[in-house]
């Protein structure tokens, strides 16, 4: 099986910008989280999607938005970007059941968003 | 405090040397995972565990849940082996949390 991808690997904006990042899930998996990693904060929990629908949710602004598409195919968006967005993204994919088990994921090779 | 504490937070060894990464956690989880992020940024989960250990070659993964503790441990270590490793619990909703991670080094 193909692993998780994402793309674009790397990006570069300006702030004020918005941007798009796709992560394709390991075929079969019908759960995507994405994280956030920064030098200063490390790893974050971003949100969590599951059958198209946002299941879990961590503590970011409103800015950071994400959605599913029915072949479990991801998206994120960030608006009105911030120089602190500058950071590595990942997505992870797993075989997820409903909630309250524990799922082994798949990490990409994550998307490193620079604002200038 | 953060959740999900790790120690220490840089470990250098010498090539042959036995390691111990640790981790404890203050939340109630339903599983931990140990990753290990090589320069680049990609993330490989190495193991995930709710109870007792698990080995892999040359790694070894224990869990205390009592305790709300695990230890990572590499035997034999080699050069390829340097790299971050993370402690991340997963609470029952599924929102996994990551500790800062060690950064390690292997000498020849």
């Known amino acids: 099986k193909a692993g998780v991808t994402q793309t674009p690997r790397y990006l570069i904006k300006t702030r004020g910008q918005q941007v798009t990042l796709s992560c394709s899930p390991i075929?079969?998996?019908?759960?995507v989280s994405w994280y956030q990693q920064t030098p200063g904060q490390g790893l974050q929990f971003l949100f969590e999607?599951?059958?198209?629908?946002?299941?879990n949710k961590g503590n970011f602004p409103g800015r950071f938005s994400g959605r599913q598409f029915s072949n479990s195919r991801s998206e994120m968006n960030v608006s009105t970007l911030e120089l602190g967005d500058s950071a590595l993204y990942l997505c992870a994919s797993s075989q997820s059941a409903s909630g309250g088990h524990y799922n082994e994921q798949f990490f990409g090779p994550g998307t490193r968003l620079t604002v200038l | 405090k953060n959740e999900v504490e790790q120690s220490p937070q840089n470990l250098t060894a010498q090539e042959g040397e036995f390691i111990t990464i640790n981790c404890s956690y203050s939340v109630g989880i339903s599983a931990l995972h140990w990753l290990q992020q090589h320069p680049g940024g990609g993330i490989v989960s190495l193991f995930m565990l709710s109870s007792g250990k698990k080995k892999h070659g040359r790694l070894i993964a224990t869990i205390n849940i009592q305790e709300k503790h695990s230890s990572l441990h590499i035997t034999a270590s080699h050069p390829r082996d340097s790299a971050v490793y993370i402690c991340?619990?997963?609470?029952?909703?599924?929102?996994?949390?990551f500790g800062a991670g060690t950064r390690l080094t292997v000498k020849p």
């Open positions: 075929s079969g998996h019908r759960s």
């Open positions: 999607y599951f059958s198209e629908t946002q299941r």
């Open positions: 991340a619990v997963l609470p029952n909703n599924n929102d996994m949390r």
